[in-house]
């Protein structure tokens, strides 16, 4: 049966009959026990759902205290909300160990979720007991990642927040202090590519680059891929007979190590192949022959996966993302005596690039979107919307067909 102990005074009995003395009153006489004065005074005990006895102390003065928590205590059980208090003393940093091993099978994401929480989390929130992170706590650390970039910090949060819904999920809280009224969510702008670059400066690029690597200028701006596509891109992906591209694959990075696997979001695509494209391609095969790269697929110790590359460098040597970016992406600029600005001159400007020419074409949002391998044509509307050309003038004629005034006999216009 719940109940709470006075730990300091018990009920005097009689040294002879072994009964409770009572008072005038009939009311038990209450003496000190050998525990009078030292640690808290108030013991809650009490049966969890699960049969077995709990407790929590509180101090002298604080019986009140333990009788509400004690009345919490039996409401959450009878309603089917009990949190067993000593649950919520898991560390946010064991907690989000075990969340991140539910997000993603890609040993890639994960090691990027680790990054996130090793970089600007975890200093601040890792050794906190789960039920002692309040919304307060929640604010502190708003407050710590604040001259963040936007969209990162929206990132952060959401590794947070992912965090404690597996709290509660687990039981181990009974809700999430992330989703507190007094907690203002991070948010970033609308995201609008309009930087795009002219045709100039892309051919310029390309030619400051080193002859071998041109190719990848060509196929970023000439077919969209990213990065680690066009690093892993094989001339086997090429169906000349329908004038098609499959992206089957990237090269990238898993615990220091490279590795093949499936592009971003893990699906492949087929993007059309122009010829003017293809004959590029052809050329650079030519004086560059396709090399056979043996990697392990989707992790260091995935099964080994041979591919012929169309773009690697000397003797087949393999780059990675950033080294790629350090040293061939940069040179570029440097051997065609451009100025970098590192926000817009990524090398994901050639996707850019790719996406402004389609549109420019009358090429639709939603087609443009499953070419770039983006699974919401939303997102590629709020990223390109501003490109899509003007249909104004195809609206007035189109209503005119209709509304149109036309000219009678006498060659006055009528309604």
């Known amino acids: 049966m719940a109940h709470i102990q006075d730990r300091w005074y018990r009920p005097k009995k009689d040294p002879e009959t072994g009964r409770p003395v009572l008072n005038a009153r009939g009311k038990p006489v209450m003496e000190k026990t050998e525990l009078h004065g030292t640690g808290d005074r108030y013991r809650v005990r009490y049966i969890n759902p699960d049969g077995l006895e709990r407790s929590r102390s509180f101090p002298d003065r604080q019986k009140k205290q333990a009788e509400d928590f004690l009345i919490g205590i039996e409401n959450d059980k009878r309603e089917g909300r009990y949190i067993d208090p000593k649950a919520a003393r898991v560390t946010f940093r064991l907690q989000a160990d075990n969340w991140i091993k539910g997000q993603s ?3 890639a994401t994960r090691e990027i979720l680790r990054s996130r929480l090793r970089s600007q989390i975890l200093p601040h929130l890792g050794d906190l007991p789960i039920g002692k992170i309040t919304p307060s706590t929640i604010r502190d650390w708003l407050g710590e990642i604040q001259d963040q970039a936007d969209n990162y910090k ?4 959401s590794v947070v927040t992912g965090v404690m819904d597996s709290a509660v999920d687990d039981k181990l809280i009974r809700d999430n202090p992330c989703k507190a ?4 969510r991070p948010t970033s702008p609308a995201v609008e590519v309009k930087d795009i670059w002219p045709e100039e400066r892309a051919k310029a690029v390309r030619e400051g680059m080193e002859e071998r690597w041109r190719i990848t200028v060509v196929i970023g701006a000439g077919l969209g891929l990213r990065q680690g596509e066009i690093l892993g891109l094989s001339p086997d992906d090429i169906d000349e007979g329908s004038m098609l591209l499959h ?20 699906k492949t695509r087929t993007v059309p192949l122009s010829p003017g494209v293809l004959a590029e391609i052809r050329d650079h095969l030519a004086d560059y022959p396709a090399t056979a790269v043996t990697l392990p697929w989707r992790k260091p110790t995935g099964d080994p996966t041979t591919v012929r590359l169309l773009a690697a460098g000397e003797n ?29 001159d990524g090398m994901h400007a050639l996707r850019h690039f790719y996406a402004s020419t389609l549109l420019a074409q009358g090429v639709s949002i939603k087609e443009l979107a499953t070419y770039l391998g983006h699974s919401d044509p939303g997102f ?5 919307t501003h490109l899509v050309p003007s249909s104004h003038e195809r609206a007035r004629l189109a209503i005119d067909t209709v509304f149109g005034q036309s000219e ?7 309604a």
């Open 181 to 184: 009224k007094t907690i203002r």
């Open 316 to 344: 087949g040597r393999l780059y990675s993302g950033d080294l790629f970016t350090k040293t061939i992406w940069e040179g570029a600029f440097r051997g065609a005596k451009l100025t970098r600005a590192k926000q817009v």
């Open 154 to 157: 929206v990132v952060l949060f």
């Open 247 to 266: 992206v089957r694959r990237q090269l990238r990075t898993v615990d220091r190590t490279l590795v093949f696997a499936l592009p971003k979001g893990n």
């Open 105 to 107: 099978d890609d040993p």
């Open 380 to 384: 590629t509307l709020r990223v390109y």
């Open 408 to 414: 009678n006999e006498n060659g006055s216009q009528a």
